[in-house]
């Protein structure tokens, strides 16, 4: 009941519209336990599509006040996720080869993390671990960050075949605290990424029936090996290891991810 009740002390981060998709029209509501989303998927030419192309992210978030290399690691991240998870069914394609469904995603909300509070999170983690204590240390309930995505899937002719509205918070137990202010955005967008994938690999509703054990290919990723294709080289390849230690620590993201490989 304590693990239920500090899962429950989020950050809320509202599911709005933004402007980027090409219709919100006929979206369901959907999400689990810590997610919320809106959605709607056309399985018949969905699971039809052979070949992907990612738009890179943009972001529609106003003068939030966030650091623009903070908001282009921000972005890249969620691109490199969706081309890694979308690579178990599809083969995906440069943005300039034509593909079965163009896949573009929208930052439309990042709720900051307090840094001072992330700092005293990661000193009281620590200092459990140092003591031997057999339970997580929860995060401070205070400053905790989010992030709101809106992304859709056109085809050919541009007409939309699925798309989604999400959004979540971070958690005192599940996301681990990082001293930066985009650092539980950078944690939550592979969630995004995840969830938005499985809808097109499979077809429909992500967040009905149990969740996939990860493929080969996307573990060799997550590792900081190279993408299935040349395509999601553009994205940069993930910190690995090394970015296992720093969020252990707390690091920032940006002082273990070197972002994009090639200019966008």
Known sequence: MALLSWLSACTSVPLREGTSLGSYAGMSPSGGTLTKAKLRVDPAPVLAAQTVRIVPTSTQIGSGGFDPDDLALITNVIDRALCTDLSDRFKIVVTSQPADLTVHATVTNIVATNR??????????????????????????????????????????????ASMLWSR???????????SAVGDAYSLSSAFAADFSRMLVKGKDPFKGMPAIPSTQKLWASLGGDPKYDACKAFGTAPGISGLVAARFGLPPTWTDKGAAVSQ
């Open 116 to 161: 001072t509070a992330a700092a005293g999170s990661v000193v009281a983690s620590l200092g459990g671990t140092v003591a031997g204590l057999g339970v997580p240390i929860p995060r401070l309930p205070i400053g905790l960050g989010g992030l709101a995505i809106e992304a859709e899937a056109v085809d050919k002719e541009g007409s939309q075949k």
């Open 169 to 179: 918070g971070a958690n005192m137990i599940t996301t681990r605290a990082r001293v």
